[in-house]
């Protein structure tokens, strides 16, 4: 069963910066994309950022200059990366991943908390 778990959430100081983690498990292949999506309370769903095997990452405006995503080289683990964190940043941040199958896969969501 491929199943996505991300770490690195937490409670961070506006200014400050973040690194969260996603690791597939259960799968045999890569995924031919992965990324971040985030849902700040009361709010749907967003894209942060996602990158494609091969390509370079695409970043949402709210976000661009701020972030970084990254994955490894077995494709299977993604990391985005956060500096100059806003109150706005707040949100529960999920990993996604478009397997090699064609299946799409969710994590659980970690929750981020930006401070003023």
């Known amino acids: 069963q491929v199943q996505l778990r991300e770490s690195g959430g937490g409670l961070v100081q506006s200014g400050g910066s973040l690194v969260l983690s996603c690791a597939a498990s259960g799968s045999m292949f890569g995924f031919d994309l992965m990324a971040w999506y985030r849902q700040p309370p009361g709010k749907p769903r967003e894209l942060v950022g996602e990158?494609?095997?091969?390509?370079?990452?695409n970043y949402a405006e709210s976000v661009k200059g701020r972030a970084t995503i990254s994955r490894d080289s077995t494709e299977k683990a993604v990391t985005l990366q956060m500096h100059n964190l806003k109150v706005d940043d707040t949100a529960i941040y999920y990993c996604?991943?478009?397997?090699?199958?064609?299946?799409?896969?969710w994590g659980q969501g970690t929750q981020v908390t930006v401070s003023s």
């Open positions: 996604y991943g478009l397997h090699h199958d064609g299946i799409g896969y």
């Open positions: 990158v494609t095997s091969g390509g370079a990452p």
